[in-house]
């Protein structure tokens, strides 16, 4: 089963803030051409972000979450009520530090997603 890996936007913004870790996956941004391309290979991972300017990392969300957890204290909380799944995220290093969407979202993974880009904004945007 293959599981959902963060979105272009994500994988430039990980970049910015040092996500360091070796994958399999990444994007290429050709900025004269406009394009993005995923690429898949099947050796040994790499630590794509550190190869070229260009080469972002394309961490599956759970490896994102955990990263942005272990790394900067930041944790992305699912939650489900009623069948309905919201999403809140805290910062363990700082307990006033709370992000929390009004939003219902459709599954997990979407969640997970939208919880990694409000942390990943907050980051940039301090940097």
Not at 36 to 59: G, K, M, Q, V
Not at 100 to 126: C, F, N, R
Request: charged share 30%.
């Amino acid at each position: 089963m293959n599981k959902p890996r963060v979105s272009p936007e994500q994988a430039k913004m990980l970049k910015a803030v040092g996500y360091d870790v070796p994958d399999t996956h990444y994007y290429e941004d050709y900025l004269v051409k406009g394009i993005i391309e995923a690429e898949e290979h099947d050796w040994e991972p790499s630590d794509y972000n550190n190869s070229y300017e260009w080469h972002f990392t394309r961490p599956t969300l759970d490896d994102a979450a955990r990263w942005l957890r272990e790394v900067n204290g930041w944790h992305v909380s699912i939650g489900y009520d009623c069948e309905v799944v919201r999403m809140g995220v805290d910062q363990t290093v700082s307990p006033f530090a709370c992000l929390v969407s009004d939003a219902i979202y459709p599954d997990h993974d979407t969640a997970l997603s939208e919880g990694i880009s409000m942390i990943l904004k907050k980051e940039t945007d301090a940097q």
